[in-house]
């Protein structure tokens, strides 16, 4: 079975950085798109951004685009979220998710990390 487990949230100020990363255990991490979304309290999960297998294509939410960065290493099974620029409404729970289609919905992803938290203070 697959299994990821998403790291890297913490407190930070407004404008300041994060870099999220992912580490996916399990066979074919190469044939996975991985996305990464988010949920703030009392809100809808969010859809934040995607990368596609190889690596050459990304799509990013509106909200983030110009300040989110994905990437990953199919070397190292991983996947990284560089958060730019950050914003107090980037607050939320941050989860990586795999899937096999390019969507941003979140029943497209079929495995999810346990969400890591990022807090940015006003």
């Known amino acids: 079975q697959v299994q990821l487990v998403d790291s890297g949230g913490g407190l930070v100020q407004a404008g300041g950085s994060l870099r999220l990363s992912c580490a996916v255990s399990g066979r074919a991490f190469n044939i996975y798109i991985m996305g990464w979304f988010r949920q703030a309290p009392g809100k809808e999960r969010e859809f934040v951004g995607r990368?596609?297998?190889?690596?050459?294509?990304?799509y990013y939410a509106d909200s983030v685009k110009g300040r989110f960065t994905i990437s990953r290493d199919n070397a190292k099974n991983t996947a990284s979220l560089q958060m730019n620029s950050l914003k107090p409404e980037d607050t939320a729970v941050y989860y990586c998710a795999a899937s096999t289609t390019w969507g941003s919905r979140s029943y497209e992803y079929a495995y999810w990390g346990q969400g890591t938290q990022v807090t940015v203070s006003a």
């Open positions: 990368i596609s297998q190889s690596g050459g294509i990304t």
